[in-house]
Structure formats: C-alpha cells, structure tokens
Nanobody
Framework: QVQLVESGGGLVQAGGSLRLSCVASGTISTIYVWDWYRQAPGKQRLLIASITVGDFTNYADSVKDRFTISRDNAKNTVYLQMNSLEPEDTAVYYC?????????WGQGTQVTVSS
C-alpha cells in the first residue's frame, strides 16, 4: 500500500503563488509516475501534472508555464509549485500514484484563488 498526504493549500490572491507538497509512505519503490490532479466544484477531476522516476514531466495546457512539478527522493515528497495563480485554478488538488491496477490518492488540499 501507498499513503499520500498533501499539504500547502490555502487562499491566495490572483497572481500569487503556492507550493503544494505530497508526502508518500509505504511501498513506494516500485512507483513509476506521480501525478497531481485537481477538481473544481461541479467538474471532473483532471490530471494537471506528472513526473516519472526519470524526472520526465508533463503538464496540462491550462497550467503549462505556470506550474512546476518536482520530486525530492530523500524526503519521499512530490511538489507542485504554482505561480501566476488565476481564479480558474480554484479547486481541490490531489496527489496520485499508481502501481499496476491499484490507484493511490491523497485526501486533497483546497486551493482558492480570489480575484
């Protein structure tokens, strides 16, 4: 099993920045990719950023050039640096990983961007 705990969400004004953290524990040595998803009220949960064990990254168009995903292996932590935040970024942000057919999710952290 893998446990994921997010932190770092909060209320920020448009144009501001936040850094989300996701601390992983459990059997994580065989995890190949780590993701961040977000879910706005009344909308589907969407993939916004991914990072592999080789540090290959991928981003949704909506966050490209504003958000950066990174890893710290020593701390078993995945980060999401979010800059130039917009009201449209308001959502619950979830850390995710997958091994085989098993999906692992954190509890989510709320990000609210005021205009």
């Amino acid at each position: 099993q893998v446990q994921l705990v997010e932190s770092g969400g909060g209320l920020v004004q448009a144009g501001g920045s936040l850094r989300l953290s996701c601390v992983a524990s459990g059997t994580i040595s065989t995890i190949y990719v780590w993701d961040w998803y977000r879910q706005a009220p009344g909308k589907q949960r969407l993939l916004i950023a991914s990072i592999t064990v080789g540090d290959f990254t991928n981003y949704a168009d909506s966050v490209k050039d504003r958000f950066t995903i990174s890893r710290d292996n020593a701390k078993n932590t995945v980060y999401l640096q979010m800059n130039s935040l917009e009201p449209e970024d308001t959502a619950v942000y979830y850390c995710h990983s997958k091994r085989g057919i098993d999906d692992f999710w954190g509890q989510g952290t709320q990000v609210t961007v005021s205009s």
